[in-house]
C-alpha cells in the first residue's frame, strides 16, 4: 500500500520538492520501506532522489534544495512485489520514449505473462523484479508504437487505455513525462485511490495528484476529486485533460483502506475514513453486546490498542456504556509494525511501540478492540502483556471479520499460511493468539459501514474476506505461486536485513541506511549515493518538448 504523489506548480521559477517531501511525510503511514521523489527542471532534466528508508531518513535540507523544477513525482514504498532492495525504491525512471518517471501504488498479477511479452515482442529490459518496473515499461512501450517525434494528449490517453487492457492487478499511478506534464490513472476497478486537487490564485493554478486526500488539505489544496477508475487525468502547464481510457468495470475500492491503511483525516472516493472508522466500532458494539449476552461475560473496560483502533474503540465504548481507557501507550517513534518487513522485525516492535499500564489492567475483565486481526502478530502480543500487567480476562473485538484469504492488490499478505484466521474457526482463532475470546464484526455490517457514507459504491473488494478477487485472473495455481514467491523473499529479506547478501540474487545493498551499493543495478548504484548524505540528487538529462 504505498503513497503516490504528483505535483504542478504554476510558477517554473518555484520548486516543488519541498512541497512533495512534506506530502510524502502524510503518507508515510502508507509505506515505510523506501521513499523518492524526481522532479523535472529546465529543459526537462529529471533530478531524483530516492533510497531505502523512512522520508525523515531520506530527505534533509540540503538533498531536497538539489531537486529542481516545478513539477515532480513522490513515492513512499511498502513492497508487495520483488524485494525490498533499493532498486526497486520508486519513482522509476526510463529515457524512451521522451523520458518518463512513474510512481505506482497496487499490485498486478499477470505479471509472468507480461514480462514475456516485454522479453520477446516489445524487446524492453526490466532490471528488476518490481512490477511496477514492469507496469512502467509497458506504459512507455505503447507510447513508442506512436513512432512520433512530439506526442499529445491523445496519444498519452490511447497509451494508458492500451495499457489497462494488457494489465490485470490493482494499481493507481502517478507519472511525469519530461517538459510535457504530469499524469494520472487508476485501474478498472479503483482498487487502490488516486485522486487530484488545485490551489488557486491570481498568478496561475498548483495541481497535485495523490493517494489521500489529507495531503491536499495540508498544503492548502482545495476541490478534491478522485480519479475515477478507469480514468486518465494529464495536467500541463495549459490543460487539464480526463478521459475514461477504459470501459468502465465494478467499481470496487478496497475496504481495506478504510479499516487499516488510510488515515483518519483522509476521504476517500466520497467516503471520510474517520466517519467509517466511527461506524465500525457502532456496528461492532451491538455484535459484542450480544455475544457478551449469549456467554454471559461482564466486561469492566475497554481499550482500544493504537493507533488506528482508536477511532472506533471510543465509539463502542460509549454505545456500550463502558469506559474507555488508554490501557497501551504507544510509543511515538515506533512505525506501524504491519508493514514492516519479516515477522521477527514486526514481533519485537509491537513490544518496542506498545506499553501496558498495570493500572488499567489489573483485576479486569478487558476488552481490546483493534481494527483488525492479520498475522496475529499484534494480539498475541499485547494480550500476553495484558495478562502480565494482570488483566483477568482479555476479550479481544475487530473491527474487520477473520481475514483467511491471501491479498493479491497491494497489501504484502501473500500466503494463506501466514494469516492466523485462515483455516480456523472462531474459538481456535482466540486460542492461537492467547484471547479468552475473540469477536469479529460480520462482513455485510463492515460494507455497511462504509457504504452508509456513499451509497453509489456498489462493491468493494472484500477479497481478503471472502477469497473472491474482482479482477478474476486470481486461481489457485497463481495463489500457489505467490506463496513460494514469499518463501523465496522471506529468505532474501532476512539476508538484507542481516547483512548477509550471498543468498540475494545477484543483489548488494539493501538495509535502512547502510548505503552500501557493490553489485546493484545501475539505477540502484545511482540511487544508492542518498544514504550517505553526499550527493543525493542524480540529475537526468532529456531536453524534449511536445506539442
Ligand atoms: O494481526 P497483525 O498481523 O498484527 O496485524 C494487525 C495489526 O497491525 C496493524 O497495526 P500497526 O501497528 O501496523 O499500525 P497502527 O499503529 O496504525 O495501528 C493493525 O492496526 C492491527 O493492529
Ligand atoms: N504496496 C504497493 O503499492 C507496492 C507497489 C509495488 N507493487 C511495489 O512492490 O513496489
Ligand atoms: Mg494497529
Redo the contacts with the bound molecule.
Sequence with gaps: MCGILGLLLHDSRTDCAPEICEGLSLLQ?RGQDACGIVTCGYKGRFYQCKANGMVRDIFDEKSVQKLIGSMGVGHVRYPTAGSFNNAEAQPFYVNSPYGIVFAHNGNLINTASLLHYMDATAHRHINTSSDSELLLNIFANNLQQTGKFRINEDDIFTAIGGMMKQVKGAYACVAMLAGFGIIAFRDPNGIRPVGMAVRKSAAGNDYMFASESVVADASGFTEWDDVKPGEAVIITRTSVSRRQVHEPATFAPDIFEFV?FARPDSVLDGVSVYRSRMAMGDALADEVRQVLTVRNIHVDVVIP?????RVAALNLAQKLNLPYREGFI?NRYIG????MPGQQM?KKN?RR?LNAMALEFVDKNVLLV??????????KEIIQMAKDVGAKKVIVASCAPPIRYPNVYGIDMPSRNEL?AHGRAEDSIAEAIGADLVIFQTLPKLVDSVRQFNTSITAFDCSVFTGEYITGGVDEAYLSHIESLRADNVRGKVAAMTGDLSTTEGKGGGGVGRGANAGEPIIATLNATAQNGVDNTVGLHNSYSYS
Design positions: 503511514h487499516y490498542v493504537p493507533d488506528t483502533s504507544k506501524r509494525t504491519f508493514i514486526r509491537v511501540k483493534d481494527d483488525s486481526i492479520v498475522r496475529g502478530t499484534t494480539s492466523v
